[in-house]
């Protein structure tokens, strides 16, 4: 059984703690890419972590997941436009934990809609970086069961 999960992230999320700190907060994407390598170190898991801006490049990156224990996926903006990653993620039979740093469910009413979020295994929203960390207990304890 595959001891990595990749944790993927899609457009703008290069710019956190840069912009907007009232929304997303001051932590970096390099702070949240050490938050889950600790995460995962604890639940004896390897962490791959990667960011594009680019749609197709997440489908790849979802696809280049098949056979890992989990994805971790913030897809940003494209969480509610993209039937493209929802097929990927259907498509690659990874389970996936949908995350997000703020609450959408709080935000604009264009944010509440997720195309994803039928076909992942869970959703975290609303915590920060602790969201990714949470989604990644979530993994963990999950392929636990499943071992
Ligand atoms: O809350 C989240 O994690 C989001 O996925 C972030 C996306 C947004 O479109 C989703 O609705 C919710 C936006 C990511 C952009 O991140 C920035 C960070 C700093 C400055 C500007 C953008």
Redesign the pocket.
Known sequence: MSDTIHVLN????N???????G??GAATLADVEALCRDTAARHGLEVVFRQTNHEGALVDLIQAAAGAAGIVL????Y??TSVALRDAIAGVGVPTVE??????FA?EPF?HHSYLSPVVRGVI?GFGPQ?YALGIAALATARQARA
């Not at 899609?10 to 999320?13: H, I, K, R, T, V």
């Not at 913030?74 to 903006?77: D, F, P, R, V």
């Open positions: 899609g457009p703008n999320l710019l956190l703690g840069t912009r907007e700190p929304i997303y913030n897809a940003g903006a969480t509610h995350v997000h740093l703020s609450n959408v935000r944010r929203c969201s």
